[in-house]
């Protein structure tokens, strides 16, 4: 039995970040659609995320969860680096 396309196994690969090691696993081109960061997420490390995913694939949407000042609730908008967000 041949395998093609989606069906093809995908492999792991390991690699160390920050003294941690981290598990992969290879996804096809155009798996992934969105990310979203979390209130609580690294400004800086979000900052470069967004910027090589901007490079990579121009056709990821990045976002960011936001509290709502008017209610107990929590929304996702747009992403804004940290430059965009000095600017206004």
Same mark, same amino acid.
């Given at each position: 039995?041949?395998?093609?396309?989606?069906?093809?196994?995908?492999s792991?690969?390991?690699?160390?970040?920050?003294?941690?090691?981290l598990?992969? &696993?290879? @996804?096809?081109?155009?798996?992934i +659609?969105?990310?979203?960061?979390?209130?609580?997420?690294? %400004?800086v490390?979000?900052d /470069?995320?967004?910027?090589?995913?901007?490079?990579?694939?121009?056709s990821i949407?990045?976002?960011e &969860?936001? @509290?709502?000042?008017g209610?107990? +609730?929590?929304?996702?908008?747009?992403?804004?680096?940290? %430059?965009?967000?000095v600017r /206004?």
């Amino acid at each position: 039995m041949t395998l093609t396309g989606r069906a093809r196994p995908r492999s792991w690969s390991t690699v160390k970040a920050k003294e941690r090691t981290l598990h992969i &696993y290879s @996804l096809p081109s155009g798996s992934i +659609s969105g990310v979203y960061f979390g209130i609580r997420a690294d %400004s800086v490390d979000a900052d /470069g995320i967004a910027a090589h995913l901007a490079k990579a694939d121009p056709s990821i949407s990045v976002f960011e &969860y936001v @509290l709502d000042d008017g209610a107990f +609730s929590v929304g996702a908008q747009p992403y804004m680096s940290l %430059s965009e967000w000095v600017r /206004g």
